[in-house]
């Protein structure tokens, strides 16, 4: 049994796995470093996902501490999507806050599992775009709860919508959004989306990235377009009421963008603490990914094949994480030709609700003999085996800290969020990675980019050109340089928790503050 906790902190986790992954580990550490009692709220389809993500952290001289981990389902309604659905998820979250106040059971809906009461929560920490649920607590709270932002992001895409302009942000735009929703009365997510979202030919000169047209944030057309002006308002009245921020992040990969985000917390009297990397590294963490995957042995003796027959660094890893997916889905057949065509193993993963994979194209994977599709892939046990080589990622966050942790080089494929900000610094500031700007789509793709001066076509046969060039490149000599830029920030990323590490530093400096 762990000596008795003194302090019980809340998590709020969303339906995002780039987002919810990450603070699993950021749980487990903290209570390695000081027994806590933490109530981990997440969605009904992550209940299981995270309680094996929270099983990998531990090793036989730290499982007593997983107990101390109770999560919680919360079922909110399945028949609504975006907005509405994110909305209703907070609201269900509201009403387990409230037993947890009241000092009641909180029962989860899919095990149906009761939560025993601890003592009450003095600590909520929440994923950056939950203000409804941050207001909410702020309400049924009986004292003052400090409540911390979880920004599972990079920090220079945080910077420019949310900053003041003197800090290399564009300031509030809230009141201007407050005006036109009182003088239009037209729904807040569709003014957000105009006043927050469509871009301009404005040059943004952001921390850690290369100077940007404000448009280059909007590589690709989205499937869910309307959704992200209601997310981004959400984390602008977030970032602007919360008690402190938790980056998940790493120091070593954006130390210049870190730091100004702290400079901005500082001006009122807020602090900044930055915990990344957040990869499991206990004797677990290995086989408890691949219970996450149903394909995880046939993707095992598919990499072992791969590295006897075409040697190490030689397989290509694609994936665009469990959300996002490109506009055009002939870009991705074109560019899956040329891979072939140069003879590349490669191990797919297309676990967006969008990833539909044509039978044609599978039929022609299987003669070709040397691919693989994986609907949810262990993804940092492909990136850690010898064989892989490079990684094709749409560079959420959470994929290019793995990347990184791993060595493995990228070609960046980017869509929307904070994944065109990390794309431009990995390839153009870091010089670990290649970007591809050929599948770029209207309505904002096709314009000039700044820092190279170059204006995408988006044709096929243009997909398909780049393509055979960046691979070539990175199974080159060039290849080879940019694998050893990688291999020296890999090495600065993973002492981050040295013992005198900035993570493991600000995981204690965090710790501290906390209830006795």
């Known amino acids: 049994m762990p000596s008795e906790p003194t302090a019980h902190i809340v998590f709020l986790a969303v339906e995002a796995w780039g987002h919810t992954r990450a603070l699993c580990t950021f749980a487990c550490r903290l209570i390695e470093e000081r027994p806590l009692y933490i109530t981990f709220f997440a969605g009904p389809s992550f209940v299981k996902r995270v309680e094996d993500e929270l099983s990998r952290n531990f090793g036989p001289e730290t499982e007593h501490l997983r107990e101390l981990i109770r999560v919680v389902g919360l079922n909110s309604p399945d028949d609504i999507v975006g907005v509405k659905q994110l909305r209703a998820y907070m609201d269900v979250f509201s009403d387990a806050y409230q037993l947890i106040v009241d000092e009641q059971p909180v029962t989860c809906s899919i095990t149906g599992k009761e939560i025993k009461p601890v003592m009450p929560a003095e600590v909520v920490i929440m994923d950056f775009i939950c203000a409804p649920a941050l207001e909410a607590v702020r309400n049924i709270s009986q004292k003052h709860v400090k409540i911390y932002a979880w920004a599972p992001t990079q920090a220079s895409f945080i910077i420019y919508p949310n900053a003041p302009k003197h800090l290399g942000g564009r300031g509030d735009l809230r009141p201007e959004i407050m005006a036109e929703l009182a003088r239009s009365g037209r729904p807040l997510e569709e003014v957000a989306q105009e006043l927050l979202i469509l871009p301009t030919d404005s040059v943004v000169n952001t921390p850690g990235i290369p100077p940007m047209y404000e448009y280059e944030f909007k590589p690709q057309a989205l499937a869910f377009d309307g959704f992200q002006g209601f997310v981004m308002v959400m984390m602008q009245s977030f970032l602007d009421q919360c008690d402190g921020l938790i980056l998940a992040t790493a120091e070593p990969y954006e130390a210049e963008a870190i730091a100004h985000i702290t400079e901005w917390y500082r001006e009122t009297s807020r602090e900044v603490y930055t915990v990344g990397h957040l990869l499991p590294s206990s004797k677990n963490a290995a086989t408890g990914?691949?219970?996450?995957?149903?394909?995880?042995?046939?993707?095992?003796?598919?990499?072992?094949?791969?590295?006897?027959?075409?040697?190490?660094?030689?397989?290509?890893?694609?994936?665009?994480?469990?959300?996002?997916?490109?506009?055009?889905?002939?870009?991705?057949?074109?560019?899956?030709?040329?891979?072939?065509?140069?003879?590349?193993?490669?191990?797919?993963?297309?676990?967006?609700?969008?990833?539909?994979?044509?039978?044609?194209?599978?039929?022609?994977?299987?003669?070709?003999?040397?691919?693989?599709?994986?609907?949810?892939?262990?993804?940092?046990?492909?990136?850690?085996?010898?064989?892989?080589?490079?990684?094709?990622?749409?560079?959420?966050?959470?994929?290019?800290?793995?990347?990184?942790?791993?060595?493995?080089?990228?070609?960046?494929?980017?869509?929307?969020?904070?994944?065109?900000?990390?794309?431009?610094?990995?390839?153009?500031?870091?010089?670990?990675?290649?970007?591809?700007?050929?599948?770029?789509?209207?309505?904002?793709?096709?314009?000039?980019?700044?820092?190279?001066?170059?204006?995408?076509?988006?044709?096929?046969?243009?997909?398909?050109?780049?393509?055979?060039?960046?691979?070539?490149?990175?199974?080159?000599?060039?290849?080879?340089?940019?694998?050893?830029?990688?291999?020296?920030?890999?090495?600065?990323?993973?002492?981050?928790?040295?013992?005198?590490?900035?993570?493991?530093?600000?995981?204690?400096?965090?710790?501290?503050?906390?209830?006795?």
């Open 289 to 516: 990914e691949k219970k996450q995957s149903e394909k995880a042995e046939e993707i095992s003796q598919f990499l072992q094949t791969s590295l006897e027959t075409d040697g190490p660094d030689s397989l290509l890893y694609i994936s665009f994480g469990s959300l996002y997916w490109p506009a055009k889905t002939e870009d991705i057949w074109a560019f899956l030709d040329i891979v072939m065509e140069k003879n590349l193993p490669f191990i797919f993963s297309h676990g967006s609700p969008f990833g539909v994979i044509p039978s044609e194209v599978v039929e022609k994977v299987n003669t070709y003999g040397k691919g693989l599709f994986s609907k949810w892939s262990p993804q940092q046990t492909i990136l850690s085996h010898p064989a892989t080589g490079w990684f094709v990622t749409h560079c959420g966050q959470n994929s290019v800290m793995e990347a990184i942790v791993h060595g493995v080089p990228m070609v960046c494929w980017p869509c929307d969020g904070d994944q065109p900000t990390n794309a431009a610094r990995l390839s153009f500031v870091l010089d670990v990675a290649y970007e591809l700007f050929e599948v770029r789509t209207e309505p904002y793709g096709l314009k000039p980019i700044l820092r190279n001066g170059k204006t995408p076509i988006g044709t096929v046969e243009a997909i398909r050109e780049e393509a055979c060039s960046v691979l070539g490149n990175a199974f080159g000599e060039d290849g080879v340089r940019k694998r050893a830029n990688i291999k020296k920030l890999q090495e600065a990323v993973l002492n981050t928790w040295s013992e005198n590490g900035p993570a493991r530093r600000d995981l204690r400096r965090f710790v501290a503050t906390l209830p006795k």
